[in-house]
């Protein structure tokens, strides 16, 4: 399995953004959850879907602001980030695994990051 995280760049506090994470390979019945790093700061779970999308988690800094979703024939996961804010700078990841879960280590794959710069 493979995935590819798309849709960072540059915007100006208050903006939005739509990251996209396509996967290759069979990932049939895997959650899909998004992360990101800061520098010097360890990795934070953002948010996380299951297979059939009725079930989703959020860290409590982005609830309300962040929306996670799939398109399961798409092979592909969404993050719609609203309300931007310089502390949402950071390199966003995206990842599958076996049950929806927050911890890093519980997923399995990984995708390359694809960086979020929140100017104020």
């Known amino acids: 399995v493979q995935l590819q995280a798309s849709g960072g760049g540059l915007v100006q506090a208050g903006g939005s953004l739509r990251l996209s994470c396509a996967a290759s390979?069979?990932?049939?019945?895997?959650?899909w959850g998004w992360f990101r790093q800061a520098p010097g700061k360890e990795r934070e779970f953002l948010a996380a879907i299951a297979w059939s999308g009725d079930t989703t988690r959020y860290e409590d800094s982005v609830k309300g602001r962040f929306t996670i979703s799939r398109d399961n024939a798409k092979n592909t996961v969404y993050l719609q980030m609203n309300s931007l804010n310089p502390e949402d700078t950071a390199v966003y990841c995206c990842?599958?695994?076996?049950?929806?879960?927050?911890?890093?280590?519980?997923?399995?794959?990984w995708g390359q990051g694809t960086q979020v710069t929140v100017s104020s």
């Open positions: 990842a599958a695994g076996q049950k929806l879960r927050t911890a890093p280590s519980d997923y399995n794959y």
């Open positions: 390979g069979r990932t049939f019945m895997y959650a």
